[in-house]
């Protein structure tokens, strides 16, 4: 949780506080929970478990970076949080509103707030601009992009649509680590809306914004699960097209 990181995707990550709970088979492997309660002993992982909060210190550091990103002029993605979940029911409210103001005074950072419980953003975030007086119709700003992990199908079929109703400026996909096949379109068969020239149109890929796709790696006490290749390029054939980028990280 520092400046630089080696998740590909991203140029900083940022842990507004650590701690979360296991919803998912995705989170078996969980590295956040083998480093920071297995290892170190810092946090208990769990509903009913607290949270901890990081340091005053630690949430200047995306002020400073804020200015470095002014000064150069060149993309700063951070990563929100890969030591807990944005929108977990365990975090109070409070700790959400000052995430957001801290988000608001850094516009110059693109913020990938990725999240397994996609079905709380919408009231949570709207909570959290009502709480620091901002209007919702200021929403959404254009340095948040709102993303969803899912990692088989019937996690795409029921969080997809959730993240397609959540209204941000960009939507983005991660399918890490990918536990088996899945078809994006099926995942939101339902769906419709009407495109720029007010033509009714249905379908997924057209409503999302990027796509990452990876494996799973080995953490204490669990073997990495096998992530077929398959699986992989037939997203990449997907999201190439609908003309939807797509990244491809570790494969496991």
């Known amino acids: 949780m520092s400046e630089t990181t080696n998740i590909a995707w991203a140029t900083s990550t940022f842990n507004p506080w650590i701690g979360c709970t296991k919803v998912g088979p995705g989170c078996d492997g969980c590295y956040a929970e083998a480093l920071m309660d297995s290892r170190y002993h810092k946090v208990k992982w769990g509903a009913g478990q607290s949270r901890q909060r990081t340091s005053e210190a630690y949430w200047r550091q995306p002020l400073a970076w804020n200015r470095k990103a002014a000064e150069s002029g060149k993309p700063w993605r951070v990563f929100c949080a890969s030591l807990a979940d944005v929108f977990d029911n365990e975090v109070p409210s409070s700790w959400r509103a000052d995430l957001f103001e801290l988000i608001g005074a850094t516009p110059n950072l693109t913020w990938m707030v990725l999240t397994k419980r996609i079905g709380n953003a919408a009231t949570m975030i709207s909570d959290a601009l009502d709480d620091l ?12 992009w709102i993303g969803a992990t899912v990692v088989n199908q019937e996690e795409a079929d029921r969080d997809i649509p959730k993240l397609l109703q959540v209204t941000a400026a960009v939507r983005f996909l991660s399918l890490e680590p990918m536990l088996g096949p899945i078809d994006l379109a099926r995942a939101c068969a339902n769906l419709r809306w009407e495109d720029h020239d007010g033509v009714e149109c249905c379908g997924v890929t057209r409503l999302l914004d990027w796509v990452i796709v990876g494996g799973e790696s080995d953490q204490p006490g669990h073997k990495a699960r096998s ?18 980028p797509v990244f491809v990280k570790q494969m496991g």
Do not use: E
């Open 227 to 244: 992530l077929d290749i398959g699986w992989a390029r037939d997203i990449v054939r997907q999201c190439r097209a609908s003309t939807v």
């Open 133 to 144: 007086m901002l209007s919702p119709h200021g929403w959404p700003w254009p340095h948040v």
